[in-house]
């Protein structure tokens, strides 16, 4: 039967500090199986599984393994994501301070699989309280035996440095800069070496996905997007958290019935460079063919302003943009500066065109993933909500409703 617990399984039910309770509850028993296979079946079971990244970008899991898997060299690595900056997310923190035996478990896998003796948990700067955790955790794991040898590096608080090839670069002690693609990780990465780099989530599912067969993972979720997801819930809910669903559930089900929101406006969906979506969406189902994207759900009632919440976002953008390209560089600050414009009740129609405009040249030239994405809050905005622009041209000030 299908479960729907499959990432948060042992959170709540283990102890993280101790690896004995991982063991009690069938802890490396995914690892040993792994191992009595060939690593290219691992990559096998993990394709069939259809397991996309959890980190945001949906790409398939098993082919990126495949890519590093087949390119050439002995010197691979395995980077698991945790850094964990984007705006009304803290899923990763509540695994990792819950389970980091399993997330452990799936690196040792994923290592195994691409071939690879090193791997790195890139950890946000803001959880440097789950450093000794951690440590203890990956020294208890290879007391077990794992072959993989895993190092634990901190961020330093750069949101860009989430993005794969920024956190390369920060590993490397560089600037925490976004490098120019292709090549993509898994042919030339860390040191110009075969990478692959995963999020927690998306590591955490593996151990379960060896354990009980890729048919077992792909009987939930919907045609594209299997399994669950985990989701990190803010804002004007009754019941903040962590809530894990099977993919395709509607979101209506996540941000009213569990989370206990009313009178919803509108919910921001991914992060700052996410998708918001109208109160009239509400009964679509997250899925990556519809609007997921990283796991934060932040809902906005109807005391809400939309130019207020788009502002405040695109500031942290151009805030955090690293600045090596211009289209992302200028234009985040360009956007910011106009968004200002309607906050103060100054925007003018022509502001709008100049809105729009941006937002094509930004998408289409900015160098990663930061700058492409960030005019998103500003396009839906726009689809969704224009009429709180055009309100604001007219009177001037706050829109409230
Ligand atoms: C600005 C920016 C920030 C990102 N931050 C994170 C992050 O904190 N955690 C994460 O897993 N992925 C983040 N990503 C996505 C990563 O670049 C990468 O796609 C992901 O770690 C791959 O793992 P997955 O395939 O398991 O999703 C970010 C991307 C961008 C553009
Ligand atoms: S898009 Fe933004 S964050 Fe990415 S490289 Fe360009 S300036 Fe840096």
């Known amino acids: 039967m299908p479960e ?10 283990i102890d993280p500090k101790n690896i004995a309770t991982y063991l009690a509850a069938d802890g490396l028993k995914a690892w040993q ?8 079946k691992v990559i096998e079971e993990v394709k069939a599984a259809g397991l996309r990244g959890r980190g945001g970008a949906g790409f398939p899991c098993g082919l990126k393994w495949e890519l590093a898997r087949k390119s050439p060299g ?3 690595y395995v980077i698991c994501n945790a850094d964990e900056g984007e705006i009304g997310t803290f899923k990763d923190r509540y695994i990792l301070e819950n389970d980091p035996f399993t997330l452990i478990e799936g690196i040792a896998i994923a290592a195994y699989a691409v071939g690879a003796k090193q791997a790195f948990i890139y950890l946000r700067a803001e959880y440097h309280h789950l450093l000794d955790l951690l440590t203890s955790a990956v020294s208890q794991s290879h007391e077990q035996g794992l072959e993989v040898n895993i190092e634990i590096r901190e961020g330093a608080g750069a949101y860009v440095c989430g993005e794969e090839s920024a956190l390369m670069e920060s590993i490397e002690g560089g600037r925490g800069e976004a490098r120019y693609k292709p090549p993509f990780p898994p042919n030339r990465g860390l040191w110009q070496k075969p990478t692959i780099i995963n999020n927690v989530e998306t590591l955490m599912n593996i151990p379960r996905i060896i354990l009980n067969g890729a048919g077992w993972f792909s009987q939930t979720g919907t045609e594209k997007s299997k399994g669950t997801k985990v989701f990190s819930v803010s804002g004007d809910v009754a019941r903040p958290g962590v809530y894990e669903l099977i993919l395709g559930s509607p979101l209506r089900e996540l941000v009213i019935d569990l989370a206990g929101a009313e009178k919803v406006k509108m919910v921001q969906i991914g992060g700052a460079t996410g998708r918001i979506v109208p109160y009239t969406m509400i009964d679509t189902p997250l899925s990556f063919e519809t609007i997921l994207g990283a796991g934060s759900i932040i809902v906005y009632d109807e005391s809400r302003d939309t ?8 500031e942290f953008l151009a805030e955090e943009s690293c600045g090596k390209c211009s289209p992302c560089r200028e234009g985040t600050e360009a956007m ?15 502001d709008i065109k100049v809105l729009e405009e941006l937002a094509r040249a930004m998408s289409i030239s900015a160098l990663c993933g930061l700058g492409q994405a960030a005019p998103t809050p500003v396009t839906d905005s726009l689809q969704y909500f224009r009429e709180d622009y055009a309100k604001r041209i007219k009177q001037g000030g706050k829109v409230r409703c």
């Open 307 to 314: 130019i207020d919440i788009v502002y405040r976002t695109l």
């Open 336 to 350: 910011a500066e106009i968004l200002a414009r309607f906050d103060r009740g100054e925007g003018r129609e022509k």
């Open 4 to 13: 729907k617990r499959i990432v948060l399984k042992n959170c709540g039910v």
């Open 74 to 76: 002995d010197e691979k």
């Open 33 to 40: 199986k792994a191992r009595q296979m060939a690593p290219e």
